[in-house]
């Protein structure tokens, strides 16, 4: 591991509590310079885009750089990057301008594994238009998707697939390029869910194979927006509902109103300091991403092995929801006797944020039966071994 956890969590005003967070899947903690960015792009000078002032130049440069930003994160043409309020609010605009070209007959394939912001947005299209909704789901014994079961629900007639890139609840991340290529052989577009997958991994959204990807940057040490990530060509041929003298261009016909320049601005500060995670030398700011994201990778796994091995010791009295060969450092409990919501008051005494609810994945609760609430434990870059210690020690007390 090349991070220097020491000096990553100076960053972070919030640690000074003595907190030990991990709530991560919800929203990870922000580190000083993306609030210095956002303070410094709100004090401007600051005005609505244009090119003649310094405050116009100011705004016009912090879409140009939130663009190049989130190009560089996703690997992705930089007019191939819309912002949103959320992923939720994105996905929702999306499905309506889809739904569109939709009618009675055609049919879209939806996951049991997924984020309900991934899922209800699709139902309610489809009810809209007329079309019929098909599940993957979900094998209870590995909580991964029935592939076979996916292979049955494509159609000459599927026009869209829209499944997670990992799970906020289970960590469960798909086999996505496996499911988008067989989609697109049965001529259906693939929307990916990729908000818990991108706080994790290096995004590649071409090699997904993902024709629309969206993210949430403070899922990633950001702030509160949404990203959606899509082929410039591609979003060329989607016609919104838009204000007339708004623009016509790519991808800012997808953008309504006045853009928040200071989330922006702290959005690419939140890029630039997940490429400096790691001090290796790179040539570009994607390079540094690949190496700075495969170090937060190791890092990860490392203390999920040591908190997995802590809840093995605890025997039946917790129950590890989360089975998959290949998933995030989240993970899914239940207390055998216990409301989640107990070991969640009984950890945050001991300065430990673990929080315990169904967190918007209805489709996975229901499919797999789990008791609402559930306690989840998600790490982050700036989660330490003696974190991982403290969250077990609270964890057994309770027990």
């Avoid at 560089?72 to 609010?89: E, F, I, M």
């Avoid at 014994?141 to 697939?161: F, G, K, M």
């Avoid at 500060?269 to 190791?298: I, K, N, Y």
């Avoid at 917790?318 to 290949?326: E, L, P, Q």
Wanted: charged share 25%; with cysteine.
């Amino acid at each position: 591991m090349a991070i220097d956890l020491t000096a990553l969590r100076a960053h972070f005003p919030s640690l000074a509590t003595g907190l030990a967070f991990f709530d991560g899947p919800g929203g990870t903690q922000t580190p000083r310079p993306v609030a210095d960015a956002i303070a410094a792009t709100l004090t401007g000078p600051l005005s609505n885009r244009g090119t003649v002032s310094p405050s116009e130049l100011n705004a016009e440069r912090a879409v140009a750089d939130f663009r190049a930003a989130c190009a560089d994160l996703l690997n992705v043409p930089a007019r191939g990057v819309v912002h949103g309020r959320s992923a939720t609010q994105l996905t929702y605009d999306f499905s309506r301008h889809l739904a569109r070209t939709w009618s009675a007959g055609d049919e879209i394939v939806l996951s049991r594994l997924d984020h309900d912001a991934n899922v209800r947005p699709w139902v309610q299209a489809a009810e809209r238009a007329g079309a019929t909704v098909r599940w993957i789901e979900i094998v209870p014994e590995t909580t991964e998707l029935d592939l076979d079961a996916y292979e049955r629900a494509l159609t000459s007639r599927t026009r869209l697939v829209a499944v997670t890139a990992a799970s906020n609840v289970l960590g469960t991340k798909p086999p996505v390029r496996r499911i988008a290529d067989r989609a697109h052989e049965a001529g259906a577009l693939v929307y990916v869910d990729g908000v818990h997958y991108a706080a994790h991994h290096l995004v590649d959204v071409p090699a997904l194979g993902a024709d629309m990807f969206v993210c949430s940057p403070y899922k990633f040490l950001g702030p509160h927006c949404g990203v959606l990530a899509a082929a410039p060509e591609f979003l060329e041929t989607l016609r919104p509902d838009k204000l007339l003298p708004s623009p016509d261009t790519v991808p800012e016909r997808f953008e309504f109103g006045t853009l928040p320049y200071e989330v922006l601005a702290g959005t690419t500060a939140a890029v630039d300091f997940l490429a400096a995670l790691d001090p290796g030398s790179g040539a570009s700011r994607r390079e540094r991403l690949t190496r700075s994201l495969e170090s937060v990778h190791e890092h990860e796994l490392t203390l999920r092995a040591r908190l997995e091995q802590g809840l093995a010791s605890l025997g039946d009295a917790v129950t590890v929801h989360s089975k998959a060969a290949d998933r995030t450092p989240t993970l899914l409990l239940s207390v055998e006797g216990r409301d989640a919501r107990e070991a969640q008051a009984h950890l945050a005494e001991r300065a430990v944020v673990a929080p315990a609810g169904s967190f918007y994945a209805h489709e996975p609760f229901a499919a797999l039966k789990l008791e609402d609430p559930a306690l989840r434990a998600g790490l982050a870059p700036y989660n330490t071994t003696d974190d991982v210690d403290r969250f077990l020690d609270g964890l057994a007390d309770f027990v």
